[in-house]
């Protein structure tokens, strides 16, 4: 569950914490940054007919498991994107739902008795800490704890956020205690340290009655927090209306993907959006920072539980997460909050955690961007957005011809687009541990310049729209001496393109076969033959595809790792170099339709991940999976682009099949 500002709520079925990112209130002090682990679970035990049952789970380390709350999971369910469980403990049922308040670091964790022949008494215990996410907490700490007969204050030390903990009805009863060696075992399993040691302030109890829902929560928020059962309604209405834009015919999984969709869009603050942007010289004029005439700054978060928003992530989910689903003043709103950062004719990779100045490392964020507000332009014909961002796009174009960091630059022999220097990895392929690069991609990489032939037919297409001659002439000249010079990726011996040409500046080509191509098909602008075309994805279909995604190396390539796992170093040395990524099936499914013709046979491609939503994170879709059957889910378990892809396509297709 998520909250809109960053923050979130996770953890496993079982209640068992079994990463350091799990956690009852996860708060974002810093929309969309600075998460900070405030409490860590709620347990709770139930004492009904004489008896006490903890439906509690723990893991701790020798692997010793204390509370067995699992043996009484009758049943688990995801509703309207909420989390349900239910306990039945002799003849009680006991419903447990644990959502989160819009833009506020606020959790609920709601109980109903469903039905019981006695009372039923429900005691809650809140674990809690105050810890930075990727870190964990070792040894007793002083936390500043006061109590009211309904709720607990808490603040870790001088200058810490305070937080409460209340409870809509029964008491609190202090009792600090600590608790210690909770063992998270994914994270021992990614070659990292496992141990946590958290703090209980007390106990909440309460007396249930069928009907009579029971509300905890837990609020890092000065105001009141909204009471429980209008959040859970609001909620349930958001997800009705991010489901009403689909085609009459989406399946379950689908209608799915579309309530998690909104999980990945965040709220930035007005100061965090304010950017000044260079002036580019030869640009017609310089681009305005428009991110400061946007009442709301939005963002998209990459991926949970540990990215936070990413120029290149956001650019590719904002066609499938905002377009897609008719979301109009969310798509332009966040295309204007990213305008505003346009610095040297490019976009910030990323915005650190802590909330420092955004790095401007990437080559392909900026060019992902024109895609984005083409695709909006298409959907939405919204004259004031073009007329703003014009300016920017055209100073983005003249930047680009006349070179920009890191080596970006058109190369004047050929037209294309070069980008990289020694230490740095620009690309989506952007794996790198300590100083060592493992996918540098230096050169002319291919995607990067089927992005770049795409975007200037975009830039073409507006420039001829508001009637700027000089412009469109300009970007004319570029896109034909770019698209004449775009076969040069042709590999004639494998029939198939090149990942990347004249590799470090030199006269060779790297001939590793890798996803990359498949975006000079799947964009809508493409300079191959039909030929061409079809024989890139068949290549594909046949070298890389799998179930869950494209492998970013074939498995007959040298270097080919099947698995990712190990410590950091492994998983990063693995990341490109086989893994599968998900988001790839929306582009492959893409271009297959446009080669083959057949949308249902193409639209077949993403069908496997209606059986993945129900076994990794469930509602979502995860980040990359292994390279080797049987293709195990890694990485980030909520992926933005993952979901924005493979919705965003099913929609696409699903309307070519019903013009048949």
């Not at 193409?602 to 129900?614: D, E, M, R, T, V």
């Amino acid at each position: 569950m998520t909250n809109g500002l960053g923050g979130f709520a996770c953890g496993t079925v079982a209640g068992a914490n079994t990463r350091r990112y799990h956690g009852f209130l996860m708060a974002s002090l810093n929309p969309p940054v600075e998460r900070t682990l405030l409490v860590a679970k709620i347990e709770s035990s139930v004492q009904y007919l004489g008896a006490e049952t903890d439906l509690s789970a723990n893991e701790f380390a020798g692997g010793a498991i204390s509370g067995q709350g699992l043996v009484h999971l009758e049943s688990f369910a995801v509703q309207d994107g909420i989390p349900v469980w239910r306990y039945a403990v002799a003849d009680a049922l006991l419903e447990q739902r644990i959502f989160m308040a819009p833009e506020a670091n606020t959790s609920y964790l709601r109980l109903e008795l469903l039905r019981a022949s006695a009372p039923v008494r429900m005691t809650l215990k809140p674990l809690i800490t105050y810890r930075e996410y990727h870190s964990h907490e070792r040894g007793a700490k002083t936390f500043q704890l006061e109590a009211d007969a309904d709720l607990c204050r808490v603040q870790a030390f001088a200058g810490a956020r305070p937080y409460r903990l209340s409870i809509s009805q029964g008491r609190f009863s202090a009792a600090p205690a600590w608790y210690w060696n909770f063992w998270h075992r994914q994270e021992a399993e990614r070659g990292l340290d496992a141990l946590e040691d958290l703090l209980t302030p007390g106990t909440f109890a309460a007396d249930l009655s069928p009907g009579q829902p029971v509300y905890l929560v837990a609020t890092a928020e000065t105001a009141a927090p909204p009471p429980g059962d209008e959040v859970l309604a609001a909620l349930k209405a958001a997800s009705r209306t991010l489901i009403a834009p689909l085609p009459r015919t989406a399946p379950a999984w689908i209608r799915a993907l579309a309530q998690a969709s909104d999980q990945f869009i965040v709220r930035r603050g007005a100061a965090a959006a304010a950017s000044s942007t260079s002036a580019v010289p030869g640009a017609a004029a310089a681009a305005p920072s428009v991110a400061a005439t946007s009442p709301l700054a939005f963002s998209i978060i990459a991926g949970y539980p540990w990215f936070t928003d990413w120029g290149r992530d956001t650019m590719i989910s904002l066609p499938g997460l905002a377009t897609a689903l008719k979301r109009y003043d969310l798509a332009s709103g966040i295309l204007r909050t990213y305008a505003g950062f346009v610095d040297r004719g490019m976009l910030p990779n990323c915005f650190p955690d802590g909330g420092e100045a955004p790095q401007y490392n990437t080559a392909d964020a900026t060019l992902w961007m024109f895609h984005a507000i083409d695709d909006y332009l298409q959907a939405a014909r919204d004259a004031d957005l073009a007329r703003e961002l014009f300016p920017v796009l055209m100073s983005i174009i003249h930047a680009h011809a006349e070179g920009t960091r890191y080596g970006i630059q058109v190369d004047p022999a050929d037209g294309l687009l070069r980008a990289g220097e020694p230490g740095t990895q620009l690309t989506w392929m952007d794996a790198k541990h300590g100083d060592q690069v493992f996918t540098p991609r230096m050169g002319k990489p291919v995607e990067i310049n089927a992005l770049w032939l795409n975007a200037l037919d975009v830039a073409v297409r507006l420039a001829s729209a508001k009637r700027n001659v000089s412009e469109k002439r300009f970007c004319e000249s570029l896109l034909t001496r770019a698209s004449s010079s775009f076969s040069r990726f042709w590999n004639e011996e494998r029939a198939c393109l090149y990942d990347v040409i004249d590799v470090n500046g030199e006269s060779t080509h790297d001939a590793s076969l890798r996803p990359n191509q498949i975006f000079a098909v799947s964009l809508p602008y493409c300079a191959l033959t039909p030929e061409r075309m079809r024989a890139v994805v068949d290549c594909c279909g046949r070298e890389l595809l799998t179930s869950h995604g494209l492998r970013s190396l074939s498995p007959k390539e040298p270097g080919y790792i099947g698995r990712y796992a190990g410590d950091p170093w492994q998983r990063d040395a693995a990341y490109h170099m086989g893994t599968v990524w998900s988001w790839l099936l929306g582009p492959f499914a893409r271009a297959h339709y446009r080669v083959h013709g057949d949308a249902r046979l193409a639209q077949s491609f993403l069908g496997p991940i209606a059986q993945h939503l129900n076994s990794a994170c469930l509602g979502s879709v995860s980040e990359i999976f292994d390279g080797d059957a049987p293709h195990s889910a890694r990485g980030c378990f909520a992926q933005a682009w993952s979901v924005a892809e493979i919705l965003r396509s099913w929609i696409y297709l699903e309307r070519k099949i019903s013009t048949i």
